[in-house]
C-alpha cells in the first residue's frame, strides 16, 4: 500500500526567504506526482504535475523534482512571499494498474512572515 | 474555463435527513472523482469515474453513501440517513484519464447536527 509522508508538518519562515519542502512515498512504481496547494477553507490548486518519467517541473518561483528510485519529491519556493502561506500537499498516482487512485500525503503547512 | 462547480457550498442538517452534493466537472475532462476532507483522517477518496463509469467505489464508507454520473457533466454523492460523524468538506475533482492532472472544485462543506 503507497503511503506518503510530508516532512515538516509546519513551517514558518520571514519573508524572501528561499525554502524547501519534502515529500517522500514508499512506492516507486507511481505514474505521476503532484503538489497541489489548498489555502484554508478552499479548494486544492494544482501547482506542478511531474510525470514518472520526468526529473523536475517548474513555474515561475516554483520548482518541484522527482527521484523515483529513492521515492523522494521537493518542492522548492524562491524569494517565499507572505502570499505563499498554504498549506502544501503532495500526492501520487500509482501505474496502470491501480487505477487513477492518488493518495496524499498529510500536507505542509507553511507561514510566510511579512 | 469555470473550473470544477460544487453545489451547495455550505449545507447544515440534521442527522437522518438525507443529503446531495452536486458537482459539474471540467468540460471534456473524462475522470471524476469524490474526496472527503477530514482533520482527523485527512483527504479520503470515496468513488471515481471514468467516462461515468464508477471504476473504484472502495472508499464509500457504508451503504448510506451513494455516487452517481448520469452524463459528463454532472456527477452527484448522496448520504441517507446522514449522521454526524459524516460531518466534513466533500470535494470533487476531475481529469483528463492522461496525464491524470487533477483539479478540485471549492468543495461543499457538510455539517450534521
Known amino acids: 500500500k503507497q503511503e506518503v509522508t510530508q516532512i515538516p508538518a509546519a513551517l514558518s519562515v520571514p519573508e524572501g526567504e528561499n525554502l524547501v519542502l519534502n515529500c517522500s512515498f514508499t512506492?516507486?512504481?507511481?505514474?505521476?506526482l503532484q503538489w497541489f496547494r489548498q489555502d484554508p477553507g478552499k479548494g486544492l490548486t494544482s501547482l506542478l504535475l511531474i510525470q514518472s518519467s520526468q526529473r523536475e517541473q517548474t513555474s515561475g518561483r516554483l520548482n518541484a523534482s522527482l527521484d523515483k528510485s529513492s521515492g523522494r519529491s521537493t518542492l522548492y519556493i524562491a524569494a517565499s512571499q507572505p502570499g505563499d502561506s498554504a498549506t502544501y500537499l503532495c500526492a501520487v498516482s500509482g501505474g496502470e494498474t491501480s487505477g487513477s487512485r492518488l493518495t496524499f500525503g498529510e500536507g505542509t503547512q507553511l507561514t510566510v512572515n511579512p | 474555463d469555470a473550473g470544477v462547480i460544487q453545489s451547495p457550498r455550505h449545507e447544515v442538517t440534521e442527522m437522518g435527513q438525507e443529503v446531495t452534493l452536486r458537482c459539474k466537472p471540467i468540460?471534456?475532462?473524462?475522470?471524476l472523482f469524490w474526496y472527503r476532507q477530514t482533520m482527523m483522517r485527512g483527504l479520503e477518496l470515496l468513488i471515481y469515474?471514468?467516462?461515468?463509469?464508477?471504476?473504484?467505489d472502495s472508499g464509500m464508507p457504508e451503504d448510506r453513501f451513494s455516487a452517481k454520473m448520469p452524463n459528463a457533466s454532472f456527477s452527484t454523492l448522496k448520504i441517507q440517513p446522514s449522521e454526524p460523524r459524516d460531518s466534513a468538506v466533500y470535494f470533487c475533482?476531475?481529469?483528463?484519464?492522461?496525464?491524470?492532472?487533477?483539479?478540485f472544485g471549492e468543495g461543499s462543506r457538510l455539517t450534521v447536527l
Open positions: 512506492d516507486s512504481a507511481i505514474y505521476n
Open positions: 475533482a476531475s481529469s483528463f484519464r492522461r496525464p491524470r492532472e487533477l483539479f
Open positions: 468540460s471534456g475532462h473524462n475522470s
Open positions: 469515474f471514468n467516462n461515468n463509469v464508477p471504476i473504484d
